[in-house]
């Protein structure tokens, strides 16, 4: 079993829709949770960052983690064809970072 | 501000042979992390390099590693390339080290070994 599960997708939705991204992982010392953002040919981008359980909100973006269930969520409001990319759960104990495979996103006009 | 700068962009060589990247962190930036990128295993920890010094290593090979320079900028080199090599190679920069949850990537480096 890998230490942080994502579904790979791919995801596809109509402009406008709700999008839901998730990841599930194991190691309970996990303290910090990130979402990074990975347009094609380029680096990944960090989206959000949360530290430890609860809900966090960015514009259109919010970030949920919920500890007990070893799960962390990103969703999306009002999506848009901009937001067509690869989206890569992040999460860190110490100095240790461990990233999802990434959910390739695709939004239609 | 100038982002992360990766170079080169492409890189194609055969294997056996070795090869060098390079990255200019962020300006003010001390730490630099390096990641390998695949489709089937994700983003991969190589390693981190925080004032010249290796402060973290990922679970690699030998035959890859790095160093840091004094104005921060750092490569890292890959020996006796194999095909299971090929990979988008990511720089990532932050502040100081054990800030690493909030990391700056570059664009990468492609390398393809034939």
């Known amino acids: 079993q890998k230490e942080v599960e994502q579904d790979p997708g791919p995801l596809s939705v109509p402009e406008g829709a709700i999008v839901s991204l998730n990841c599930t992982y194991s190691n309970s010392a996990f303290q910090y949770f990130m979402w990074y953002r990975q347009y094609s040919r380029k680096g990944p981008e960090l989206l959000m960052y949360t530290y430890s359980s609860g809900n966090k909100e960015d514009g259109r973006f919010t970030a949920q983690v919920d500890k007990s269930s070893k799960y962390i969520s990103l969703f999306i409001r009002d999506s848009q064809p901009s937001d067509s990319a690869t989206y890569l759960c992040a999460m860190k104990w110490n100095n240790d970072m461990r990233f999802g495979a990434g959910t390739r996103l695709t939004v239609k006009p | 501000k100038a982002g992360v700068t990766q170079t080169p962009r492409y890189l194609i060589k055969t294997r056996g042979q070795q090869v060098t990247l390079s990255c200019s962190p962020i300006s003010g930036h001390r730490s630099v992390s390096w990641y390998q990128q695949t489709p089937g295993q994700g983003l991969q920890f190589l390693f981190e390099?925080?004032?010249?010094?290796?402060?973290n290593k990922g679970n690699f090979p030998g035959r890859f590693s790095g160093r840091q320079f004094s104005n921060s900028r750092s490569e890292m080199n890959v020996s006796t390339l194999e095909l299971g090599d090929s990979a988008l190679y990511l720089c990532?920069?932050?502040?100081?080290?054990?800030?690493?949850?909030?990391?700056?990537f570059g664009s990468g480096t492609q390398l393809s070994v034939l």
């Open positions: 390099y925080f004032s010249e010094t290796q402060r």
């Open positions: 990532a920069s932050s502040p100081r080290t054990g800030t690493n949850e909030k990391l700056f």
